[in-house]
């Protein structure tokens, strides 16, 4: 299978893991939060948010552009220590994290 397909597929993971965890939101949020400079959009949104409105859109634009992906990505620690209080009820969507960071950096080697 293709990085891309894998890519693809790993998204497709993350979004219903969101969606089974209740962090799916229907509500797409205000505009002004996209504005952020800073990582992960640490100021402005909740690492979910950040997961669903600019990674998932921004990786799915990437491989159906036939684009360059990533070559260095470590999202999944972030999202570990975000989510430190309740890691075990998101374990899974970690997992698939971290899955995704190792299919890119296995790219670089």
């Given amino acids: ?6 890519v693809w597929q790993l998204l497709g993971e993350i979004e219903q893991l969101m969606q089974e965890q209740a962090l799916w939101s229907s509500c797409a949020p205000e505009l002004s939060v996209f504005e952020s400079n800073e990582p992960f959009c640490i100021d402005t949104m909740s690492p979910e ?3 669903q409105w600019v990674f998932i859109p921004r ?9 360059p992906l990533p070559a ?11 989510f430190s209080p309740r890691a075990e009820n998101h374990q899974s969507l970690i997992d698939a994290l ?3 960071d190792q299919l ?3 790219e670089v080697l």
């Fill in 49 to 51: 948010t950040w997961l």
């Fill in 59 to 67: 990786m799915r634009a990437l491989v159906e552009g036939h684009n």
């Fill in 72 to 82: 260095r990505i470590a999202i999944a620690p972030y999202f570990e220590e975000a």
């Fill in 1 to 6: 299978m293709s990085l891309d397909n894998q």
């Fill in 104 to 106: 890119l950096n296995k």
């Fill in 98 to 100: 971290y899955r995704i």
